[in-house]
């Protein structure tokens, strides 16, 4: 089967580093994107790893393992705004390009 | 930044009655898809088109849904006679492709449906 596990919330302070786990298991593996959603919003797109390591975009980082089926999205100088739902989604190996979701980590940024 | 687009951002609808939901993919875009999510779950994959034809679908995509592509633009989904637990906020979705800088889905900001 088809498993995706990732924290169901987490709790951090304005300015600080967080870190969100996902780990996974599916039928082949062609990537791994982390969304932002906030409540009532579509996803948006933060990162994609395919490769083993860690991608740098800004505040946000992601890092990969395929070996370990692990990944986590570091959040650094959180701000209040940060405050939202982060989905892990990972792209199996099939030929529509389909997306399996994890539940999502509710992230609480508080002052 | 060119977006996806999807109307309407809500609808009510009696059970027994067909929905249809429509998506304006980026224009760009050869790869579409529509997701799902239920209040508090999480987000579920339906179905994804390419080249004017269904080139994955899931489990929850039965009898009961379609998709087509009427024009160059328009991308919709479908629910025949519609039941209590299609309630779900409706996103529709676009790539350009599958390779490696050219997979990232976009999705729009959804169509919340309330069957009733």
């Known amino acids: 089967g088809q498993n995706i596990d990732q924290p169901t919330e987490m709790t951090a302070t304005e300015g600080a580093i967080v870190q969100i786990n996902c780990t996974y298991q599916?039928?082949?593996?062609?990537?791994l994107f982390w969304y932002q959603q906030h409540a009532g919003e579509a996803p948006t797109f933060l990162s994609y790893n395919v490769l083993d390591g860690l991608e740098e975009k800004g505040r946000f980082s992601s890092f990969l393992s395929r070996s370990k089926g692990y990944s986590y999205l570091l959040l650094k100088e959180l701000q209040m705004k940060d405050s939202a739902s982060y989905l892990c989604a990972v792209r199996p190996a099939s030929q529509g390009g389909k997306l399996i979701f994890g539940q999502g980590t509710e992230l609480s940024v508080k002052p | 930044e060119p977006e996806v687009t999807q109307t309407p951002s809500h609808q009510v609808t009696q059970m027994g009655q067909e929905v249809i939901l429509r998506c304006v993919p980026i224009?760009?875009?050869?790869?579409f898809y529509w997701y799902r999510q239920i209040l508090g779950q999480k987000v579920e994959f339906l179905v994804s088109f390419y080249n004017n034809e269904i080139s994955e679908k899931s489990e929850i995509f039965d009898d009961q849904f379609s998709v087509e592509r009427p024009d160059g633009s328009n991308f919709t989904l479908k629910i025949r006679s519609t039941k209590l637990e299609d309630s779900a906020m409706y996103f529709c979705?676009?790539?350009?492709?599958?390779?490696?800088?050219?997979?990232?889905?976009?999705f729009g900001e959804g169509s919340w449906l309330t069957v009733v």
């Open positions: 599916t039928s082949g593996f062609n990537g």
């Open positions: 224009s760009n875009h050869l790869y």
């Open positions: 979705a676009s790539s350009q492709g599958l390779g490696l800088r050219r997979n990232t889905i976009y």
